[in-house]
């Protein structure tokens, strides 16, 4: 009993000590991926509920305008083609730790490999996801590992035209621990590409 008791107040510290609402984070490469069913000229609009510190093609006002290929390709007005949208920005948001997965730092790539599997990344748009952020994860003795929904979507929303018929949005927050912590395991939804896809990732690291 006093086991489970200190294990409930490890949790409920490290929930409560999450990414602070008063600081400002981070968000890194949050990268958007269009996928039409025929070359299609597309526009997407930021709503940013922070300040924008990269935009790569340059986005005004944070709005783009590419026309989009089915295979993923991107081209500016000038022709100059991209893989995706990226974009990079600080915000004073706070990132829900309620539920996810205390992973050790050498199975990160393991365990990222089956998570952004099952919520439905491509293998390509997974293999960018994993080099990114692999780095940064997989020295530390465990990382606390949750995915993020509302807490990251309402704060940074998108708007595209023409609509898509599927949108997926990964974002990973994330935090190095140097014990585990038991907690709830997360729930990871599943993903179907029908029509016009919109696939987004990108994460933070909270400390």
Not at 27 to 44: F, G, Q
Not at 72 to 95: I, K, M, P, V
Not at 168 to 174: C, I, N, S, Y
Request: with cysteine; charged share 20%; hydrophobic share 40%.
């Amino acid at each position: 009993m006093k086991k489970q008791l200190v294990l409930l107040a490890a949790v409920a510290v490290l929930m409560l000590s999450g990414c602070d609402s008063v600081l400002r984070r981070t968000e890194a490469k949050p990268v958007i991926y269009l996928y039409p069913e025929e070359e299609t000229a597309v526009t997407v609009a930021l709503d940013y509920g922070g300040t924008l510190t990269c935009t790569y093609p340059a986005a005004q006002d944070g709005v783009w305008s590419v026309t989009a290929s089915p295979d993923g390709t991107l081209r500016d007005e000038e022709g100059q083609e991209y893989s995706y949208l990226f974009w990079e920005g600080t915000c004073a948001a706070s990132y829900d730790f309620s539920e996810g997965f205390c992973v050790p730092g050498a199975d990160t790539a393991a365990f990222l490999e089956e998570a952004l599997s099952s919520l439905g990344l491509s293998r390509r748009e997974a293999n960018e996801f994993i080099v990114y952020w692999l780095p940064q994860m997989e020295q530390n003795p465990y990382n606390l590992i949750s995915f993020q929904q509302e807490a990251y979507t309402d704060h940074a929303q998108l708007e595209i035209s023409p609509r898509p018929d599927s949108v997926l949005r990964v974002f990973m927050a994330w935090k190095a621990l140097d014990e585990p912590v038991e907690f709830p395991a997360q729930t990871l939804p599943a993903f179907s590409r029908t029509g016009f896809t919109v696939v987004e990732w990108g994460g933070v690291e909270c400390s």
